[in-house]
């Protein structure tokens, strides 16, 4: 199997995991992967108040791949409608082949 | 005059007390530029374990305290929780250069606990041999919770009425998360063990002899966050400065007012009183920053975090503390 | 009747005891949704602490040991450690809706051994002042091994004979795989260390010091971890639970009464008899499940370890122990 | 120096990491990077008991680029028909431009 | 908002990271998202004499999205000129379109 | 004879003391392929504690100490980290088969100094109850900086002369480096918090108590650490073996003489000699690397790391120690 699909990328707070994953879950999407990330951006707002003195991720990524890009991209305007006009964030897209997945 | 050379003495041994001398040691290396980490796992671990020695300690003495002894205390702490955050909101919050929501966001986290800084006072307080209710620290979730709300509640009526909408705030969800962040479920956890199980063991085998040490540690790692912070407040109106600077002393004050009250009508101890002021004097670092992004999302952050961790944290610990110890020594134990 | 009424108060106390309390609120604190964390690399350390800690201890007394004595223990755990894969094989793993992989996957796992409910019990033991050999945790990898190599190489069989297959399973990589784990690693290279050369000063001065604390941020772990598989277990056939909770107690029953043969033949303590019964009736949580995953890999460890974190282990220790306990020294001792 | 070239993307558990390692090696690819992760997807099987309260990150994400497809096909295709019916697993291409590597 | 954009990586070893921010913050971009990586390459040495017994993460992955390619290349060229023949490396593109992003 | 024959019990039964255990327990579980793994956040935190440790013991006695004795072993400190460099420039670093700068940067890491050598030392000599001047740790920079420093310069001096280049090898930046390192700053941070505050309390409840059991731990880390780097080493010349295998006993014994000198000249203490043996037999393990690869781009890090972790520090610590120890008692004391 090759299959076509979209993957979709949203680097932002760790803050928001929890919430994110929540909008992915109920999207209809098959699955999400998570990796820590630090990261500069537009703003330097730092989320928790956690230490940065200790080596903390502050960032996570998370990646998205949907067989429809229709999807992927309902899915970061949510996101970006709700929370990136104050939390920092980014959401692309960029195309794979998916050639092992249990769904898509 | 002698009263102020004491205080000084006071003031100026403390700098050479650990807990101080940490704090200070990691602004300096800080600003040095030293690349020395204490690794995150470790500083949560550490908040953990003072968080559960400060919590066991105050569960076993609910014990076999007097609990309408608690009472007034707790009452004290709400009406200082809330009174911190509308005197902000009434205040830094309507000056002209610091956007409404901001202001009562900062308001709002030097209204909340600090439990480092609390853990900092049993250290101090304890190597000085001064005696206290060890169920006071329990006042924490007393006083940190009111003020998280309200905050929220005040900013986010702020924002309807901008906006025109009239949809109401719910109180219940900001309570549960802020009861369900690591600071607040260590130490209530800890009181609930201390008051319902038998932990003397392991607390004094275990959380009590390590409680001062890490606390070093946990001093070291806030000094060079302290540093850390402060370009992120230079970024933001120079009111937040000032009023990281006396905000906590004047809570400590009005804190330590209420307390003389409970020390008069139902004999809170002088220790009591310090703890409370304390309490009143912090501002949380662990807990409240999220709880705020979350609540007020508008506001920024680099604002009420680097006001409370550069300024705030470092103000309340090297001159509320000991200037409430002298207080204490002079106007009721002297 | 009246032992019927001891065996409860000892159970209830037991609910005091920090290992039960930490665990307890450990669950506790996930179900009400809290967000406090044990960082990975504090649980890990801890874990190498403990057993490093039973694994010199263990090691400093095997050096005084009569070897002889362990003969008939260390030949028990073997028995044991088997004959809990083969009754799990021949009941649970027949029942209709179990999978038969699954069902032999999880009695591997009850034939293992965990690492904290054996430091939880080292921990009761010493507080209540119960002797016991300071050998006997050297049974571990005696029971354990042998347990997870029947469970491969009876699902091995399984599953070759419903392919048609002919390969034979080799024994020797899995055992290696479990000697190299992160747990038996500790132990062993602790009572390397302890029978060939001379810790006592940092046993004394380091590990032991600190067994019991950290066994109690251990429990506290594992009570979290009990709660957040519960939702595992749940999606599995409800017998998992049922074995889950019935065969603690039956694994470390048939052991007590294999310890008592060895207490009339050899001598063997009754505190060595609690701690057999114990090891038989924990189930692995650390080494087992990825060795399980590897040589059985189409067993769900939904099944397997949602029933052994879930349930088996709060109740090995929950229950189990003071069991053993109590019958040690109402029957043996009294 | 560009160069087209193909980026093979594996998630899945931390548990096979050596195992995957040593496919990858001896495929001869010139080489992997391996990222912490943690995800989603169709089943949630955790892989190795480890607490799930201690903030693990349970899977892994590889990435191996190589100057052929064919080779990341043949990595992906081995691997999956190794594990992917037991164990959680994801596997992606993406293609890429190389601009600069030691060997390729 | 989509926009097509280019998507630099960088994966190198962790003891760069510090330089390596300072060049792509002095180039012009709008910001880079930092994550934890092991890997193994052409060479394999090891930077810091930290322990590899301890599972440390001794590479990192930086990724730099920009508007223009040519800035992209760039910063390649300057990392891999300034670094790549004495430290471990790898730098290659990706096209991706950013559908949210503060600037670009 | 009857020396020898002392020594090598000294030394056998220094293969018993838990420093020299956990290292070779190291070695030897990695070896047999064993997945035990010492977190990188607690490595961290160990050694910031061991570092702190000896920094806040070296203040509080420089405090009581008269500066001038500082200054002979100070000032020997400095000629030893040069002297190292030049020695390994001009015998290592000109043999045919080894790059001149690999030789330079190997020579560089063997004359700068590694913490957990020093406290192994240290650990060793107080259990062994050997008195030594307690400021002598501070010796640490004096040594390491002007080795890292030189060997630094010669590698430019000789890469510029070969490129024909005439820029100027900067020394401040390279001196800053090396104080900001993780390593340096603790101790220099806990020699400060010493010298300036009143630390007794938690170096006596927290810091002391917990350095011998913590340094088992490090130990253990460090000989998987060496077995891992083995592999990495057999790449490269096998002159780097052999450099590794005596440089470590070549620079304890000039280090020797030279405290020994001080001892005739300023009464510097055995024990002082044995620690000024000590730094310079030991090659840095962990600020060292990273200064060195910045300084020295071009030269390759397997050989420079790869000798001295797998070679040097097990050298240092298993043979180096007990002989200046047994030097010491034999030669001075005796
Ligand atoms: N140009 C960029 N390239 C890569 N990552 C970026 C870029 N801009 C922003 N990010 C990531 O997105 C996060 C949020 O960006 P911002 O909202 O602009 O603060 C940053 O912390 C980075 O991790
Ligand atoms: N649609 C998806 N998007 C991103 N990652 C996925 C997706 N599906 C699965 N994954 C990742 O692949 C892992 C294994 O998936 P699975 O085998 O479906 O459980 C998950 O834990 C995720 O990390
Ligand atoms: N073919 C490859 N695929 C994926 N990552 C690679 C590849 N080659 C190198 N890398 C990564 O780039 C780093 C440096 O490579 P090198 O400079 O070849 O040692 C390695 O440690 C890997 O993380
Ligand atoms: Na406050
Ligand atoms: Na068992
Ligand atoms: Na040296």
Same mark, same amino acid.
């Given at each position: 199997?090759?299959?076509?699909?979209?993957?979709?990328?949203?680097?932002?707070?760790?803050?928001?995991?929890?919430?994110?994953?929540?909008?992915?879950?109920?999207?209809?999407?098959?699955?999400?992967?998570?990796?820590?990330?630090?990261?500069?951006?537009?703003?330097?707002?730092?989320?928790? &108040?956690?230490?940065?003195?200790?080596?903390?991720?502050?960032?996570?990524?998370?990646?998205?791949?949907?067989?429809?890009?229709?999807?992927?991209?309902?899915?970061?305007d949510e996101i970006a409608?709700?929370?990136?006009?104050?939390?920092?964030?980014?959401?692309?897209?960029?195309?794979?082949?998916?050639?092992?997945?249990?769904?898509? | 005059?002698?009263?102020?050379?004491?205080?000084?003495?006071?003031?100026?041994?403390?700098?050479?007390? @650990?807990?101080?001398?940490?704090?200070?040691?990691?602004?300096?290396?800080?600003?040095?530029?030293?690349?020395?980490?204490?690794?995150?796992?470790?500083?949560?671990?550490?908040?953990?374990?003072?968080?559960?020695?400060?919590?066991?300690?105050?569960?076993?003495?609910?014990?076999?305290?007097?609990?309408?002894?608690?009472?007034?205390?707790?009452?004290?702490?709400?009406?200082?929780?809330?009174?911190?955050?509308?005197?902000? =909101?009434?205040?830094?919050?309507?000056?002209?250069?610091?956007?409404?929501?901001?202001?009562?966001?900062?308001? &709002?986290?030097? &209204?909340?606990?600090? &439990?480092?800084?609390?853990?900092?006072?049993?250290?101090?307080?304890?190597?000085? +041999?001064?005696?206290?209710?060890?169920?006071?620290?329990?006042l924490y979730p007393f006083?940190?919770?009111?003020?998280?709300?309200?905050?929220?509640?005040?900013?986010?009526?702020?924002?309807?009425?901008?906006?025109?909408?009239?949809?109401?705030?719910?109180?219940?969800?900001?309570?549960?998360?802020?009861?369900?962040?690591?600071?607040?479920?260590?130490?209530?956890?800890?009181?609930?063990?201390?008051?319902?199980? =038998?932990?003397?063991?392991?607390?004094?085998?275990?959380?009590? @002899?390590?409680? =001062?040490?890490?606390?070093?540690?946990?001093?070291?790692?806030?000094?060079?966050?302290?540093?850390?912070?402060?370009?992120?407040?230079?970024?933001?109106?120079?009111?937040?400065?000032?009023?990281?600077?006396?905000?906590?002393?004047?809570?400590?004050?009005?804190?330590?007012?209420? $307390?003389?009250?409970?020390?008069?009508?139902?004999?809170?101890?002088?220790?009591?009183?310090?703890?409370?002021?304390?309490?009143?004097?912090?501002?949380?670092?662990?807990? $409240? @920053?999220?709880?705020? =992004?979350? +609540?007020?999302?508008?506001a920024n952050p680099s604002?009420?975090? +680097?006001?409370?961790?550069?300024?705030?944290?470092?103000?309340?610990?090297?001159? +509320?503390?000991?200037?409430?110890?002298?207080?204490?020594?002079?106007?009721?134990?002297?």
């Amino acid at each position: 199997m090759t299959r076509q699909a979209t993957k979709l990328v949203i680097i932002t707070e760790q803050l928001l995991l929890r919430d994110i994953a929540r909008i992915v879950e109920s999207s209809g999407a098959t699955g999400y992967t998570v990796t820590p990330a630090n990261g500069k951006g537009s703003r330097n707002l730092r989320s928790s &108040g956690q230490p940065t003195a200790s080596g903390a991720f502050a960032n996570v990524k998370v990646e998205v791949i949907t067989a429809s890009e229709a999807l992927a991209r309902r899915i970061a305007d949510e996101i970006a409608g709700k929370y990136f006009d104050n939390f920092s964030g980014i959401a692309y897209l960029d195309q794979v082949d998916v050639l092992h997945a249990k769904h898509l | 005059m002698e009263a102020a050379l004491e205080f000084l003495t006071k003031f100026l041994t403390q700098f050479q007390s @650990p807990t101080l001398a940490f704090l200070l040691g990691g602004i300096v290396i800080a600003a040095l530029g030293s690349r020395l980490e204490i690794p995150e796992a470790v500083y949560k671990f550490i908040v953990f374990m003072l968080l559960m020695r400060v919590g066991l300690d105050g569960g076993m003495s609910i014990r076999e305290a007097n609990l309408a002894d608690m009472l007034l205390p707790a009452l004290f702490a709400m009406l200082i929780g809330c009174g911190i955050v509308l005197l902000g =909101r009434y205040t830094l919050a309507l000056l002209p250069s610091v956007r409404t929501e901001d202001g009562i966001a900062t308001a &709002g986290l030097f &209204g909340a606990v600090s &439990g480092s800084t609390l853990a900092a006072a049993i250290v101090v307080m304890e190597s000085e +041999g001064i005696e206290y209710e060890h169920w006071a620290p329990a006042l924490y979730p007393f006083m940190d919770i009111p003020a998280l709300v309200l905050a929220i509640v005040l900013a986010s009526m702020y924002l309807k009425r901008k906006d025109g909408s009239v949809e109401k705030v719910r109180v219940w969800p900001i309570v549960k998360e802020s009861l369900q962040g690591s600071a607040l479920s260590a130490l209530l956890l800890g009181i609930a063990l201390g008051l319902l199980t =038998r932990p003397e063991a392991i607390f004094e085998g275990f959380y009590d @002899p390590l409680f =001062r040490g890490l606390l070093s540690v946990l001093m070291l790692v806030m000094g060079m966050e302290a540093y850390a912070r402060l370009a992120e407040l230079r970024r933001v109106a120079h009111w937040y400065a000032v009023y990281a600077a006396l905000a906590p002393l004047v809570h400590g004050l009005i804190a330590f007012a209420l $307390g003389y009250v409970a020390h008069v009508l139902v004999g809170f101890s002088p220790g009591g009183i310090v703890l409370l002021a304390v309490l009143a004097g912090s501002s949380s670092d662990i807990s $409240g @920053p999220p709880t705020l =992004r979350a +609540g007020i999302p508008t506001a920024n952050p680099s604002a009420y975090v +680097g006001a409370s961790t550069s300024i705030g944290t470092p103000v309340a610990i090297a001159i +509320g503390l000991p200037l409430y110890i002298w207080l204490a020594q002079t106007l009721i134990v002297g």
